[in-house]
């Protein structure tokens, strides 16, 4: 028999009680959109590596005039080390856990939360080398036979003008699909100075953006949305990719040992060639969006955009929603009214369409998917 979901159905609880796992500026951000998703959610506790990043927290969430009643976490309800997710998912008293720490940890956490059958959300990327991906794959695998309800931080997937511009591409608005592209280009991100008194290991965790075991490079961290939405248009997962890339003005070793650029060229079944371009570099030309050409037109998708070109003619002009509420959302209702919901596969997926790319670049070679699913690499420290 299934075991039954953590909380049981139909409300039969006034609070959804959530913890925090992970509270830096992603992890306060999603913390708040849950307690903005719902009035049924409760935040009751919160774990992190640094004591300050919590008090953070804490303190964000407290100070809301409009939900501190439902935010106040207890002096015994906080966590602080590295072990601290574990003591969070111990207690027991928590049906629902944001999972937000660096992605490096990711994967680990996941299977943790599942293994104490918590619903989760988790922010993208969900790992940072294949072993993770294989985890991530179990994982998800283990919370569909516990009944459980996992939502990713990919917000375009519940984003109203991506979900009526796939919606009108698998109508066959622009006809069958046979090209795209997507970019991520921008300027550079925040930095923290090392501090004399840091150990390599807190530099590293504070400035987590800038090593690939703990983000996977901004290809995998960042680019990863356009990624999955160029997936979820295409309803599959490339077969191979060549790409390249290099640290051009990032070179300073406070940035650690990321790229600071990528551009790939993707192959998906039916022959059609994806282009794929991410940047992270100050004095350049931006762009964030997706494109698709098919045999009838194009379509172009952005945050709160979405317009499609040729036998068809449509532009998205609905009110948009903050994707980051309804993501959270999704999850609380699947939950409560115990429906089944569970995105660990396809952004799992679409992380290691990423990771594939970033193999290619660092070492310079053609890469399958097949190749990139099942590689050894696993780039979690090992202690001697």
């Given at each position: 028999?299934?075991?039954?979901?953590?909380?049981?159905?139909?409300?039969?609880?006034?609070?959804?009680?959530?913890?925090?796992?992970?509270?830096?500026?992603?992890?306060?951000?999603?913390?708040?959109?849950?307690?903005?998703?719902?009035?049924?959610?409760?935040?009751?506790a919160l774990a992190d590596v640094f004591q300050d990043r919590l008090d953070s927290c804490r303190n964000e969430l407290a100070k809301s005039e409009d939900f501190s009643e439902r935010a106040r976490v207890a002096d015994d309800?906080?966590?602080?080390?590295?072990?601290?997710?574990?003591?969070?998912?111990?207690?027991?008293?928590?049906?629902?856990?944001?999972?937000?720490?660096?992605?490096?940890?990711?994967?680990?956490?996941?299977?943790?939360?599942?293994?104490?059958?918590?619903?989760?959300?988790?922010?993208?990327?969900?790992?940072?080398?294949?072993?993770?991906?294989?985890?991530?794959?179990?994982?998800?695998?283990?919370?569909?036979?516990?009944?459980?309800?996992?939502v990713a931080g990919t917000q375009r997937r519940h984003e109203r003008s991506y979900i009526e511009a796939m919606s009108r591409l698998r109508d066959g608005a622009i006809g069958?699909?046979?090209?795209?592209?997507?970019?991520?280009?921008?300027?550079?991100?925040?930095?923290?100075?090392?501090?004399?008194?840091?150990?390599?290991?807190?530099?590293?965790?504070?400035?987590?953006?800038?090593?690939?075991?703990?983000?996977?490079?901004?290809?995998?961290?960042?680019?990863?949305?356009?990624?999955?939405?160029?997936?979820?248009?295409?309803?599959?997962?490339?077969?191979?990719?060549?790409?390249?890339?290099?640290?051009?003005?990032?070179?300073?070793?406070?940035?650690?040992?990321?790229?600071?650029?990528?551009?790939?060229?993707?192959?998906?079944?039916?022959?059609?060639?994806?282009?794929?371009?991410?940047?992270?570099?100050?004095?350049?030309?931006?762009?964030?969006?997706?494109?698709?050409?098919?045999?009838?037109?194009?379509?172009?998708?952005?945050?709160?955009?979405?317009?499609?070109?040729?036998?068809?003619?449509?532009?998205?002009?609905?009110?948009?929603?903050?994707?980051?509420?309804?993501?959270?959302?999704?999850?609380?209702?699947?939950?409560?009214?115990?429906?089944?919901?569970?995105?660990?596969?396809?952004?799992?997926?679409?992380?290691?369409?990423?990771?594939?790319?970033?193999?290619?670049?660092?070492?310079?070679?053609?890469?399958?998917?097949?190749?990139?699913?099942?590689?050894?690499?696993?780039?979690?420290?090992?202690?001697?």
């Open positions: 028999t299934q075991p039954a979901a953590t909380i049981p159905p139909a409300r039969a609880q006034t609070r959804l009680r959530v913890g925090v796992i992970g509270c830096g500026g992603r992890g306060t951000g999603a913390a708040i959109n849950s307690l903005e998703a719902s009035p049924d959610t409760q935040i009751v309800h906080c966590f602080v080390g590295f072990d601290a997710y574990q003591q969070l998912l111990d207690r027991g008293d928590t049906d629902l856990v944001i999972l937000a720490t660096p992605p490096g940890f990711r994967a680990r956490h996941f299977a943790a939360a599942v293994a104490a059958r918590k619903h989760v959300f988790m922010e993208k990327p969900v790992a940072v080398d294949p072993a993770g991906i294989r985890a991530v794959l179990a994982a998800a695998a283990h919370a569909d036979a516990a009944n459980l309800r996992v069958r699909i046979t090209a795209a592209r997507c970019f991520w280009n921008q300027g550079g991100l925040w930095m923290n100075r090392r501090e004399p008194q840091w150990s390599d290991t807190e530099w590293q965790l504070r400035n987590w953006l800038y090593f690939t075991w703990l983000s996977g490079d901004h290809i995998c961290e960042q680019h990863v949305h356009n990624l999955d939405a160029v997936n979820w248009a295409l309803d599959a997962t490339p077969k191979s990719c060549l790409a390249l890339g290099g640290r051009q003005v990032r070179t300073d070793p406070a940035y650690g040992n990321i790229f600071d650029h990528f551009a790939v060229l993707y192959e998906y079944p039916g022959d059609v060639h994806v282009t794929s371009m991410c940047r992270q570099i100050e004095g350049c030309g931006g762009m964030v969006e997706e494109g698709f050409t098919g045999t009838d037109g194009t379509c172009i998708t952005s945050p709160g955009r979405a317009d499609i070109r040729g036998k068809t003619t449509w532009k998205f002009k609905s009110d948009n929603p903050n994707p980051y509420v309804e993501e959270h959302k999704a999850l609380i209702e699947a939950i409560i009214d115990n429906r089944p919901l569970n995105e660990a596969r396809r952004v799992a997926e679409s992380t290691l369409t990423a990771i594939m790319a970033r193999m290619s670049a660092y070492t310079g070679k053609p890469v399958t998917w097949d190749q990139a699913l099942n590689s050894k690499l696993d780039l979690y420290p090992t202690t001697p």
